[in-house]
């Protein structure tokens, strides 16, 4: 199942507090309602009863189900309960919810559907879900989803069919249920993802991501967490939680649904054509420190290490040491690593040792321990416990086929183990390919040591874990609100294409007064008869209020004083042909280094956006930017800016000077400033180029759309 409402979960009650999840998440009485001994959940659904739990059944049409005494009512049982879970229909959940709400119970857990995703009456259902629950005061999981399983305590309040897991750190909460079954079979292999709670949350008509996930930083079983999301609902609350899950030591790593081009037009500028939803929910996730995914295994692949390895263990990894059995494993380690940014450093004082061993080799990681160690124990122990002693290495994995019939292999990883257990470092084992034999999960229950699921998996799981090592423990994306209110421009706007665009000179004048650098212009009136200018050539001339100039041949290059007349009467064709708005802009032809860009978005699914890239045509060709949910500190802009780092252009090239980062970083905080405190009537600002000069960077050019008042955008320029 999975959600597709676009409905907002509501707070709980009239003063906006959220319900407390506690006694729904962890009971210490449940009542079934709807259950039967006939129905294909009963196998599930009677596992209930075998925990040390208080459980009840209440069905009106049985006297007994499971075995067990039924009530005829929620009311009749005489007392709250901790959790109601669900099994009845839309229509009877909702009468149902009235109950739980005069009862006092705890929550309601419910897996029907029928509710805000099909529309129409399931969606004043919802409301009425919502409604009592407010009343109430209580947490609802769903509808439309699974249920929720307590691993640890053996309670599933799920219509999931039973399956293997392992009780573990991992928690996960996922929009689509069935996501939780197919994380459970991804990560029930040898070693693995142990689980504590497994969530579906649905439709979230009451309890959303925001709520499970500020549940799960504050539960003590809970130390690393997993999402399987569509959407945040509530992003200043979510990543609020989010920031002290940093805080807290408990990673998140997160599987974004829904990433294909979607990417929604928010105004004609550059930025929308750059903007899309999945890039906004990157953005946002780099910046909070989530680490992402793109399908279930991987997912079960980033978090296996953290789960795996006490947190005492987890290292940033600025060193890995690998060691393998054969040159072709070495090989494949050293492209793979490079490519998933795992450092693999060869160090030549190792290297010298290593050759004073086995004169043959040529490298020392990762390390082709080759046929030598077959016939000689001694020298893979001496090896192990060098590697292991090594300042360089965080960690120390060892790779070899293990699979089920390759027990011969058990003497080498018997030995490491050994060495494990003298060392403070993480010690990992795993196949390059396959799933590894059970012979090897002693290693991780009785040694510590983590066991991986391929090259590749493996290296991702342990690039999770260096970047959330890594991570500033004071990343966060701060709630909009946190930024002072920028004032909504009071002059007369233009229309372009239904659109409410700012005129050249008070989108300049905006940036400003945010503190942005802006070019020298002026302006020539439609009117003018004789225009001049007080600049020395050569100029730009251009047509200033409209959003793509380069499209009408509207921007000239490289005029003259002299020229100047002639320059703006071809402008004026132009603009008499096409129909737009005829002001001329004329500014200075700047000399300049370098052409970067920034576009500022008020408004998109998780608040206002800066996107940073190169300047000019680039920001089109390249279709590469960075980007900060908005307002951001400087050393989030520096972030941004070091992004393009490979690209070689931000230390200058061909003689040309080094970007100023502390200047462009501190441009990009006041873009952002303006971004959040404009975020009600921001819509996009487009700044290509801002041309870094040899005074510093100047913007040269803006376009800025913002929301129009009611009835303002119409036929021809707008005057409200």
């Known amino acids: 199942?999975?959600?597709?409402?676009?409905?907002?979960?509501?707070?709980?009650?009239?003063?906006?507090?959220?319900?407390?999840?506690?006694?729904?998440?962890?009971?210490?009485?449940?009542?079934?309602?709807?259950?039967?001994?006939?129905?294909?959940?009963?196998?599930?659904?009677?596992?209930?009863?075998?925990?040390?739990?208080?459980?009840?059944?209440?069905?009106?049409?049985?006297?007994?189900?499971?075995?067990?005494?039924?009530?005829?009512?929620?009311?009749?049982?005489?007392?709250?309960?901790?959790?109601?879970?669900?099994?009845?229909?839309?229509?009877?959940?909702?009468?149902?919810?009235?109950?739980?709400?005069?009862?006092?119970?705890?929550?309601?857990?419910?897996?029907?559907?029928?509710?805000?995703?099909?529309?129409?009456?399931?969606?004043?259902?919802?409301?009425?879900?919502?409604?009592?629950?407010?009343?109430?005061?209580?947490?609802?999981?769903?509808?439309?989803?699974?249920?929720?399983?307590?691993?640890?305590?053996?309670?599933?309040?799920?219509?999931?069919?039973?399956?293997?897991?392992?009780?573990?750190?991992?928690?996960?909460?996922?929009?689509?249920?069935?996501?939780?079954?197919?994380?459970?079979?991804?990560?029930?292999?040898?070693?693995?993802?142990?689980?504590?709670?497994?969530?579906?949350?649905?439709?979230?008509?009451?309890?959303?991501m925001a709520d499970y996930l500020e549940y799960l930083v504050e539960d003590e079983a809970t130390r690393i967490i997993a999402l399987a999301l569509e959407k945040i609902r509530r992003p200043d609350a979510f990543f609020s939680a989010a920031a002290r899950a940093l805080q807290a030591g408990k990673p998140i790593i997160a599987l974004k649904l829904g990433r294909s081009a979607r990417g929604r037009v928010m105004t004609q500028s550059h930025t929308g054509t750059v903007i899309g939803d999945a890039w906004v929910y990157d953005v946002a996730f780099r910046q909070a420190r989530i680490d992402t995914a793109l399908e279930v295994d991987e997912l079960v692949d980033r978090v296996q290490f953290l789960e795996q390895l006490p947190s005492s263990k987890w290292t940033e990894l600025r060193g890995l040491g690998v060691l393998t059995g054969t040159g072709g494993f070495a090989t494949m380690t050293a492209d793979i690593a490079e490519e998933e940014s795992i450092d693999v450093p060869e160090i030549p004082a190792l290297t010298e040792w290593v050759q004073g061993l086995i004169p043959s080799l040529r490298c020392s990681n990762p390390l082709d321990a080759t046929g030598v160690i077959l016939s000689n124990l001694d020298i893979w122990d001496q090896i192990v416990t060098t590697y292991a002693g090594r300042p360089e290495l965080d960690a120390v994995i060892f790779l070899s086929q293990?699979?089920?019939?390759?027990?011969?292999?058990?003497?080498?990883?018997?030995?490491?183990?050994?060495?494990?257990?003298?060392?403070?470092?993480?010690?990992?084992?795993?196949p390059l390919a396959g799933q590894a034999g059970e012979w090897m999960e002693e290693y991780r229950s009785d040694f510590g040591i983590a066991i991986g699921n391929g090259l590749r998996g493996t290296l991702r799981g342990l690039q999770s874990m260096s970047r959330f090592m890594r991570a500033r423990p004071d990343a966060a994306v701060r709630a909009a609100s946190t930024a002072a209110s920028v004032a909504r421009p009071c002059s007369p706007t233009i229309e372009s294409n239904g659109e409410a665009m700012l005129s050249f000179a008070d989108s300049m004048a905006l940036l400003a007064a945010a503190g942005v650098p802006v070019a020298p212009y002026e302006l020539v009136a439609p009117e003018d008869p004789a225009p001049t200018t007080a600049f020395d050539g050569p100029l730009v001339v251009k047509l200033g209020d409209l959003a793509h100039r380069t499209e009408h041949g509207a921007v000239l290059l490289g005029v003259d004083a002299s020229g100047l007349p002639s320059a703006v009467e071809h402008l004026r064709g132009i603009a008499a042909s096409a129909s737009l708005p005829a002001t001329?802009?004329?500014?200075?032809?700047?000399?300049?280094?370098?052409?970067?860009?920034?576009?500022?978005?008020?408004?998109?699914?998780?608040?206002?956006?800066?996107?940073?890239?190169?300047?000019?045509?680039?920001?089109?060709?390249?279709?590469?930017?960075?980007?900060?949910?908005?307002?951001?500190?400087?050393?989030?802009?520096?972030?941004?800016?070091?992004?393009?780092?490979?690209?070689?252009?931000?230390?200058g090239h061909r003689g040309s000077p080094p970007w100023d980062r502390d200047e462009l970083a501190g441009i990009l905080v006041r873009a952002g400033d303006l971004a959040a405190g404009g975020r009600d009537w921001l819509r996009s600002m487009d700044v290509n180029p801002l041309i870094q000069t040899d005074t510093g960077f100047v913007a040269v050019d803006c376009v800025c759309f913002i929301e129009p008042e009611s009835g303002e955008v119409g036929d021809g320029p707008i005057r409200k």
């Open 584 to 651: 001329v802009v004329v500014q200075p032809q700047l000399a300049g280094h370098h052409e970067v860009f920034v576009g500022v978005t008020g408004a998109s699914e998780l608040g206002p956006v800066v996107a940073f890239g190169l300047g000019g045509i680039f920001i089109e060709v390249l279709g590469r930017v960075s980007g900060r949910i908005a307002p951001f500190s400087a050393t989030d802009a520096a972030e941004m800016i070091a992004e393009f780092d490979d690209l070689g252009v931000a230390d």
């Open 1 to 208: 199942m999975t959600s597709r409402p676009d409905a907002i979960a509501q707070p709980a009650d009239p003063d906006g507090r959220r319900a407390p999840l506690g006694r729904l998440l962890r009971p210490d009485s449940v009542a079934v309602v709807g259950a039967s001994d006939t129905s294909t959940l009963a196998q599930t659904v009677a596992s209930i009863f075998e925990r040390d739990i208080e459980a009840f059944v209440v069905n009106p049409k049985y006297e007994t189900v499971f075995g067990q005494r039924t009530y005829p009512s929620l009311t009749a049982i005489g007392h709250p309960v901790d959790a109601v879970f669900s099994l009845l229909s839309a229509a009877g959940t909702v009468a149902l919810a009235d109950e739980v709400a005069d009862t006092g119970s705890g929550g309601l857990v419910t897996v029907a559907s029928g509710f805000a995703e099909v529309g129409g009456e399931g969606a004043e259902l919802q409301r009425r879900l919502e409604a009592a629950a407010r009343r109430g005061n209580y947490p609802v999981v769903g509808p439309n989803g699974v249920g929720y399983l307590d691993i640890h305590r053996g309670h599933e309040l799920t219509f999931l069919p039973r399956f293997e897991r392992r009780a573990g750190g991992v928690s996960i909460v996922a929009h689509s249920g069935a996501l939780l079954e197919a994380v459970a079979a991804s990560a029930h292999r040898v070693g693995g993802v142990g689980f504590n709670l497994m969530i579906a949350a649905g439709n979230e008509a009451v309890t959303d």
């Open 402 to 430: 293990f699979a089920p019939w390759d027990t011969r292999n058990r003497r080498f990883s018997d030995r490491l183990a050994a060495v494990s257990a003298t060392s403070d470092k993480p010690f990992l084992l795993s």
